[in-house]
C-alpha cells in the first residue's frame, strides 16, 4: 500500500535547503522514485510503504538514507566540505574599465582546494585567470 511522506529538509543550522534531492531506493540503492524540495525546503514523496528507504542528498552535505516509518517532519543535513574538492565558476559580471574590458569573477568559498577560473578576452591585453588553490 502506497503511503506520501512530506516534510522538510534543512541544514544543522536549521537553514532551508531548497532544490535537495529527495528520493525512494531499492536495497541495492537505485532509485526508485524522486523529488526536489521547494523553496521552501518542503517536499512531498509517494512510496510503496512505511518500509521503504529515504534518501536525502544535497550538494556539499552528507547524504542521508533512513526508512519511511523514521522519518518526522524533517531532516538535517550534515555538511561535507571534504566532498567538495573543486569548484567550477560559471557566471560573472562584464566590467568596462576604460582600457581594460572582461568578465570579472569574485568569489569565495570555504573549504575548497582548487578553483577554475576561465573567461573571453574581450582585449588582446587582458590577462587569462588561472588555476588557483585556495
Request: aromatic share 8%.
Amino acid at each position: 500500500m502506497s503511503v506520501t511522506i512530506t516534510g522538510s529538509v534543512f541544514d544543522t543550522d536549521m537553514s532551508i535547503l531548497a532544490n535537495a534531492n529527495v528520493k525512494e531506493i531499492n536495497l541495492a540503492g537505485a532509485t526508485i522514485a524522486g523529488v526536489k524540495t521547494d523553496k521552501n525546503g518542503k517536499f512531498a514523496i509517494v512510496v510503496a510503504s512505511k518500509d521503504s528507504w529515504l534518501q536525502f542528498s544535497f550538494v556539499g552535505y552528507q547524504t542521508e538514507t533512513i526508512q519511511a516509518k523514521d522519518f518526522g517532519s524533517y531532516i538535517e543535513l550534515t555538511t561535507d566540505v571534504e566532498s567538495l574538492d573543486d569548484a567550477v565558476v560559471v557566471g560573472g559580471t562584464k566590467k568596462d574599465t576604460g582600457d581594460n574590458t572582461g568578465l570579472y569573477v569574485i568569489m569565495a568559498i570555504l573549504g575548497l582546494t582548487t578553483v577554475y577560473f576561465a573567461f573571453k578576452k574581450e582585449k588582446p591585453n587582458t590577462p587569462t585567470p588561472k588555476k588557483v588553490k585556495v
